[in-house]
């Protein structure tokens, strides 16, 4: 076992709180385990800090400003915003200051038009990828909006929003599924490596995969028909891509992460001793509420509702391949919180926001500076650009 790695986080303009301990330990696979210890209490206030310095969109606007479903939020080598409102089919672009630039796509089939735009990303040469689930296919454009070319995408199973990427080599890593050879066999999640000179799909990258399925509670009849409800506050398996070729992934019940290379060997596990936050009697009844309406006659069984939430929520990875993983706050806390983690694992900071991401849109992390969706208490959805201060180490 190595020594005990000693983290001072020191404050800026204040006493230092006190240390985190990483220690690291090589397993017999080779997988390297990072142990981050629980930080004493104490004063918090010497930490990063994130202030929101931008926001977009209206209730009552011009078109432009007003936002119905936004999935993504894309950012430029200028810095400019490209926001996804996969409702009306378009992006839309603004300058750093929030100035409106310029709409690419909308509703249709031609060049540069959409049908179901689901997700988009940059690739290494600053060329903007969208990619299209009813069209089946990928359009790039430049930043001037120009389209530059279009790829046919031959995949199985798209879900709400596109969890493909472009790696760090300029691949283009399509999300899909294959079908098992059983007409009852569960469809198995992969990556797709595009060929973009034949528009054809070169290898395929195994997905990995929860070992059991969340708890669900199922109204179905005994024809099958009816309705299938996830339990709420139920752990499940969170997963996200880094461009460097790594999965991140974890069945949050318990604070792991596992980061496994495209071709399935753990690299690195990331423990963090993390204090489990209580699920109060109005959460629990907020949340069984619903299941309650849809469930109409059938019983509805409280118990299956665990009485801490999830350990964590989102993992995101920022351009510096730091680790940014969400975690609850108790009830009646604003805001968000988030744990970021080094190259090597180590916890850096804890990270506290001023809004809440909303839980079905992308987070972006790059330049110092985080990209998120946000929904306010009439649903409406707003973009929110916040900076990113780092203090020590």
Known sequence: MAAPLVLATAGCGGSAPPPWTASFDTLPNGAILVTNTARAAGDTSGQWS?????????????????????????????????????????????????????????????????????????????????????????????????????????????GYTWHGI??????????????GERRDDKPRSVLLVLDTTTDRYTDTITVPAPATDPPVYDFRDSRGIGTVMSVPFAPGFVRTLDPRGFFWMGTNDRYRLHQVSFAGDTVRIIDRDAPAVPITSAERDSALAPVRRQAGSQPVDPSLVPHTKPRFQRIV????????????????????????????????????????????????????????VVRDELDVPFIVRARVRRGPP
């Open 317 to 372: 990875i920022d351009d510096r391949g730091f680790v940014w993983v969400q975690r609850p706050v108790p009830a009646g806390a604003s805001g968000a919180l988030f744990d970021v983690f080094d190259r090597e694992g180590r916890l850096v900071a804890e990270v506290r926001t001023p809004f809440i991401p909303y839980a079905y849109a992308t987070v972006t992390l790059v330049r110092d500076h985080m990209y998120a």
């Open 50 to 158: 994130v202030t929101e310095d931008l926001r977009l969109g209206e209730i009552d606007g011009p078109p432009e400003r007003t936002f119905a479903e936004v999935t993504h939020v894309g950012v430029d080598g200028a810095d400019r915003l490209y926001v996804l409102e996969r409702q009306s089919h378009e992006i839309r672009v603004f300058e750093p200051q929030g100035d409106y630039v310029r709409t690419i796509g909308g509703t249709g089939e031609g060049p540069g038009e959409f049908r179901v735009a689901y997700g988009m990303r940059f690739d290494p040469q600053g060329r903007l990828w969208v990619a299209d689930s009813r069209l089946r296919r990928f359009t790039v454009f430049d930043t001037a909006g120009n389209v530059l070319s279009t790829h046919r995408r031959e995949v199985l199973c798209f």
């Open 166 to 179: 472009i790696d760090s080599d300029g691949r283009v890593l399509d999300d899909g599924c294959v079908l």
